[in-house]
């Protein structure tokens, strides 16, 4: 069992290249990724998205990828030539009209025309794709582990969790299967002690078997009671079970509490009532922590 819940991140250095990359993880009904990374490796999104969906199941998953090239070949200073000439020309013309006419220039007019706009530029070269893509998928690997392992030991703590709980569900269920085959038994006492606070001295034996069997077949809550503990050991061996189990978490949680909701509105005997509270507010724990599980 894993936890929707996790955190990683990894940087790794080769060729000059630096790639940081943090994974965050929350819950989520599906798996929804979103990435943030610089335009320059937009071509890569996609294969980072398979990446994580090979290894995540559910979860919101933050990505955040972070990215230097640090070699010599990433940047390229570009000269515009024709400026250059360009600026050269009109220091010479405003020389003129300035009357100092002078055939060549200084070393204080080269400096000025090349800190000019546009004169000198800064271009970033082409990436190696291949090179960067390789770089990128182990940095996620390497942060996806990280990722793994923490969800897996919540994980570990939610299904401790979950355990507890369910047992309780289960011991709860058992004192209701207790007291289950006495609550015709009771009614039978209060129904007779009703009919002689009424004032009536002899009971037809006949009538009250009748009103008795409609009461226990009414309050009758055995199908109820197999059906819950049915469920109950489902959710342990999918507790047990590698992989997704969380949605079958959730649905076999929804059928515990239909079947203790409709035991509480059957079985009309007050120990029988606090019992039903007492699991209702177990499966509610349950429930919440169940939302957790991938």
Not at 164 to 180: G, P, Q, Y
Not at 262 to 277: F, P, R, W, Y
Request: net charge negative; hydrophobic share 40%; aromatic share 4%.
């Amino acid at each position: 069992m894993r936890s929707m819940t996790g955190y990683g991140r990894r940087q790794i250095s080769r060729d000059g290249r630096e790639m940081t990359v943090e994974i965050k993880t929350v819950n989520h009904r599906f798996l929804d990724i979103s990435c943030r990374m610089p335009r320059a490796l937009s071509f890569a999104e996609d294969a980072v998205r398979k990446q994580i969906g090979a290894s995540l199941r559910r979860g919101h998953v933050d990505v955040n990828v972070t990215y230097l090239n640090l070699r010599q070949d990433a940047r390229e200073v570009r000269l515009d030539e024709g400026l250059v000439l360009q600026y050269k020309e009109a220091l010479l013309n405003a020389r003129q009209l300035a009357r100092k006419e002078r055939s060549s220039i200084r070393d204080e007019d080269v400096s000025w025309i090349v800190a000019q706009p546009d004169v000198m530029q800064v271009t970033v070269c082409e990436e190696d794709q291949e090179a960067v893509l390789a770089l990128l998928t182990d940095t996620v690997a390497e942060a996806l582990s990280e990722v793994t392992a923490m969800r897996e030991e919540e994980g570990a703590a939610l299904a401790e969790d979950l355990t507890f709980h369910l047992n309780e569900v289960a011991r709860l269920r058992d004192e209701i299967a207790v007291l289950a085959p006495k609550v015709p038994l009771i009614y039978q006492e209060k129904l007779q002690a009703r009919v002689r606070e009424l004032g009536v001295q002899e009971i037809d034996p006949q009538r009250l078997a009748q009103e008795v069997a409609l009461m226990a077949d009414h309050c009758a809550i055995d199908e109820e009671l197999s059906r819950l503990i049915s469920h109950v050991e489902q959710m342990r061996q999918a507790i047990k079970a590698e992989g997704e189990t969380g949605r079958r978490l959730d649905f076999l949680t929804q059928e515990l509490n239909r079947e203790v909701n409709t035991i509480g509105s059957k079985a009309s005997d007050a120990e029988i009532t606090k019992l039903v509270v007492a699991a209702k507010s177990e499966i509610e724990k349950l429930r919440e922590q169940v939302q957790n599980v991938e």
